[in-house]
Structure formats: C-alpha cells, structure tokens
C-alpha cells in the first residue's frame, strides 16, 4: 500500500459488486424517478436508489442511514455532490421496501433523469461571516417549492440549482441551471479602533482583489486603512482577515438569480450564468419572493423548451430578450455589463456593483 497522507482511499469502501466490475459498466438506464440500473459486461447488474437529505446531519440521522444500508445495500451508503444519498441495491426486490422506508423517514426519493435534482449550496449563517443568506434554509424553501418536479423524468432536461451565501461563490454557482448569489451593496464600514488593535495593515490591504483598500495613519498616531467605495466591489474578502471591516448589511444586503448555467460534458462546453433579476428581497426564513421567481423562470422553461434542452440551452435557441418577454422578468440597467475593471477582474461590473 502506498503511504496515505490524504483521506481513506475509496476503494477500501467500494460495495463487491461494484468492485468487481470496476470499469466493465456497459450502460444505465432510468428505472423510475430515483432510481437507476446499472449493467455490467459480465452480466451483474445493479440498481442505485437516490434520496434528498439535508446536507447538515447529525449523528443519529447518519446512524439512521447506516442502519437503512445494513439492510439493504449489504452496509454501504454514497453521498452524492448534490448532497444527496444513494443506497446500491443488488437484489432488485428490496428497491420498493427501501423507497417505502426511506420516504417514511422523511427522505423523498427522486432526482434523477429529467427531473429537479437536490440544490448544491454553501454554509450561510451557520458558520460564515460574510454570509448575506442562510443558505441551507433558502435550499429548504426552493426545494419545497419545487418539489413536484423532484419525482418525475418528465421535464424538458435535468434541472440544477446552486445557491451561493456571498460573492465568493464558494457554491460554484456559475455553472447551474438557476444560480442564487447573496450580495452586498454597500463597501465595508471601517472600524479604527479594532483595525488598529487587530489587524496587520499590509495583510489586509493585500486581500482587496480591486486595490481598494489603502492604509491611513490616525490622529493618535495609530494605524487604519480607508476604501475607495468606487473600487471596492462588496466581496468581503479583507472582513475575512481584518474583523474591523464588516460587510454585514441587512438593510442592503440581497439575494441575485442568474440563469443559464451548465458544466461541460462530451456533447458540449461549459455555459456560464447570466444576471437576470439584480435585485430581490433578502426574507428569511422562506424567501417567498426568490422562491416565487424561480418556479416563474422553471414553469416558463418547462412550457417552451424543446426536449432535452437545458435552460441556458432554450435561452440560447430563443435569444435573452424572448426570454425576459415570456418569463415578465424586467429588463434593466443592471443587465448591461460596464466592463470598466473587466482586465482585472470581471466581478467589477455593474452586475454586482448597484
Ligand atoms: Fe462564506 Fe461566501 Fe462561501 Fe457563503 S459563499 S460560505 S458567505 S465565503
Ligand atoms: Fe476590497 Fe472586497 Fe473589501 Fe471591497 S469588500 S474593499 S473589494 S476586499
């Protein structure tokens, strides 16, 4: 064995089935919503069962779980990027006891083929600082809300969504179907006292991406900085090491949608989200008004899309302004780019700066 430094490799944990035919899967085909059958070149086959969890658990909920994959996956679990789980089955008569079980748990089961897959998101309140949302609770509300599309294979293709808490976009939401941005819009209020008592002036100077930041000398003699509000672009980036700098605003602080996103797979390249609504009220605990637009923007693309095309895909076949026209979503300022700091960074421009 080589020396390990990292995790546990996987293999020590792979189901026997699984191992067996490690690389001989010959194809996969959608049984029913949450479920997926696997065949291999020597003839195993095996089914995976997919279910919606949160992606914050405690022990006895991973307890649960172990016990669900003692009984019928031989003890072996898998959680999926999209903070789903997955039990693999090999006897196919134990798939609706476990759906039955698994759903009376509270833990639906779907998300597969072409259908609304779990939310991948960030960390939100719970325990980030520059957090605008509570990210795992707008994944709650959203996904209530669209839960009727989670147990079908009947949408016009895979439907993604990815929720990020700030500018950071630690989520990776640029490549989603529907993407959800917490954003700042104001520059960090300074305060002296902590930055002179807590923070290294260069440090925090260097962590400003758009050299907004400069330092400035108190009357007393001690050191501060000031911002430049023309350059600084709300990412928060000197809160992270300098506490004298918050960027928390609750008054000000938003929620953005962007659409159109995809990650690229052998058929075609990866396709970026655009802004389509700069500006929506930050409402927890159920952000109603969020909620409400997604299922507008999903509901639009279900009645107008070809099949197999994902939401950037139709957008890109009907153009931006049809899309703005079908979906009633208004067309603003905020939607054109100023591309004035586009050389050094294109989080600068107007879409994020309003
Ligand atoms: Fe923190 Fe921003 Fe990442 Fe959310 S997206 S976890 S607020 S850095
Ligand atoms: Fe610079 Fe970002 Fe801080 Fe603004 S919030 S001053 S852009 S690091």
Not at 122 to 142: E, F, M, Q, S, Y
Not at 273 to 297: F, G
């Amino acid at each position: 064995m080589p020396i390990m430094i990292g995790p546990p490799h996987y293999e020590q944990m792979l189901h026997p089935v699984i191992k067996k035919n490690y690389g001989k899967w010959l194809y996969h085909e959608h049984v029913k919503p949450g479920v997926i059958k696997h065949v291999s070149e020597t003839g195993d086959e095996v089914y995976t069962v997919r279910a919606a969890i949160p992606k914050i658990i405690s022990v006895d909920f991973v307890r649960m779980l172990c016990d669900i994959a003692d009984r019928y996956s031989d003890g072996y679990v898998k959680f999926t990027s999209r903070h789903a789980v997955e039990f693999i089955i090999t006897d196919k008569n134990k798939i609706d006891p476990l759906i039955k079980e698994l759903e009376s748990k509270g833990m639906p089961v779907g998300g597969t083929g072409k259908s609304y897959k779990p939310i991948v998101h960030t960390i939100g309140w719970n325990h980030c600082h520059t957090a605008v949302i509570d990210a795992p609770g707008l994944a709650k509300a959203i996904s209530d809300g669209l839960f009727e599309y989670f147990k079908r294979n009947d949408l016009p293709a895979k439907l993604k969504i990815a929720i990020a808490c700030c500018l950071n976009m630690c989520g990776a939401v640029h490549c989603s179907d529907i993407a959800i941005v917490g954003m700042h819009r104001k520059p960090p209020v300074v305060d002296d006292e902590i930055v002179a008592k807590f923070c290294e002036i260069p440090t925090t100077v260097a962590s400003c991406p758009t050299l907004a930041i400069k330092p400035k000398v108190l009357p007393d003699g001690k050191r501060s900085v000031e911002i430049n509000p023309e350059r600084c672009m709300y990412c928060g980036n000197c809160y992270t090491v300098c506490p004298g700098l918050n960027i928390i605003n609750p008054k000000y602080d938003c929620l953005s949608l962007w659409v159109g996103g995809k990650v690229p797979n052998a058929r075609s390249p990866p396709m970026y989200s655009r802004l389509v609504i700069p500006y929506l009220p930050n409402n927890p605990p159920r952000w109603p008004e969020t909620v409400e637009a997604i299922k507008k923007i999903v509901k639009a693309w279900i009645e107008n899309a070809r099949e197999d095309e994902r939401i950037g895909e139709w957008i890109e076949r009907i153009g931006w302004e049809k899309f703005f026209k079908i979906t009633g979503i208004p067309f603003t300022d905020k939607h054109i780019d100023d591309f004035i700091f586009s050389i050094r960074d294109f989080r600068t421009t107007t879409q994020f700066k309003f």
